[in-house]
């Protein structure tokens, strides 16, 4: 299995500012996928991070509020932009060595508070 | 929509005893992952069962799927307390490079010791 870190683990920000979180896998790794778990709530795929093109998100998530990046097989970006305190939530970075019938994993998550 | 639901919500348990969940789904899957989730932190994968295996079994975890029903259940036996944690059901769909997960709301277990 793949081993996932992400940065920062937990943050407090004020309205309106920016957060980016990064996310390190340690192998090189087809599939790297962004998702938002709400308090008390499941999780939701927000987009899927595609090296060296744009993101593919999902129904209800932009790029102008979550922008991605993706330089490379083993690293991810996802910034939370122009927060509001709806958007406290774990985010949590996820990757998969492709292929339909394999294991997807994840990492230990950023717990954001927006106040 | 979410494509799996688990059931119970919420199971309280003694530690040795048993713990079943169930999740359901709509649609065809190419695969069905159970995860467990300690206090809000990230995702540790327990295990996959694809749509042609009807049982697999991991240490103390047993997990069924029936295709049929649209249903994968899964079973922790001797529980401890350490087991307490939500539990999450995500089922793949099949078809191309459809990789998508849509998670279940989840059980939250607790193993009283």
């Known amino acids: 299995s793949a081993v996932i870190s992400q940065k920062p683990s937990r943050d407090i920000c004020q309205r309106g500012t920016s957060l980016t979180i990064q996310c390190q896998v340690d192998?090189?790794?087809?599939?790297m996928f962004w998702y938002r778990q709400q308090p008390g709530q499941s999780l939701t795929l927000i987009a899927t991070?595609?090296?060296?093109?744009?993101?593919?998100?999902e129904s209800g998530f932009v790029i102008d509020k979550f922008p991605i990046s993706r330089p490379n097989l083993t690293f991810s970006t996802l910034t939370v932009s122009n927060m509001s305190p709806e958007d406290s939530s774990i985010y949590l970075c996820?990757?998969?060595?492709?292929?339909?019938?394999?294991?997807?994993?994840f990492g230990p998550g950023t717990r954001l508070t927006v106040l | 929509s979410q494509q799996g639901e688990e059931d119970p919500q919420a199971l309280s348990i003694q530690e040795g005893e048993n713990a079943t969940m169930n999740c359901s789904y709509k649609?065809?899957?190419?695969?069905l992952q159970w995860y467990r989730q300690n206090s809000g932190r990230g995702l540790v994968h327990l295990i996959l069962?694809?749509?042609?295996?009807r049982e697999k079994h991991s240490g103390r975890l047993r997990v069924t799927l029936d295709t049929s029903k649209k249903s994968s259940s899964l079973l922790i036996t001797a529980s401890r307390a350490a087991d307490t944690a939500s539990y999450f059901c995500?089922?793949?769909?099949?078809?191309?490079?459809?990789?998508?997960?849509?998670f279940g709301k989840g059980t939250l277990l607790t193993v009283n010791p």
């Open positions: 996820s990757v998969s060595t492709g292929g339909s019938y394999n294991e997807q994993f």
């Open positions: 192998s090189q790794v087809t599939m």
């Open positions: 991070a595609n090296q060296g093109s744009e993101a593919t998100y």
């Open positions: 649609t065809s899957i190419n695969n």
């Open positions: 069962i694809r749509s042609n295996e």
């Open positions: 995500a089922t793949r769909r099949g078809g191309g490079s459809n990789y998508k997960l849509t």
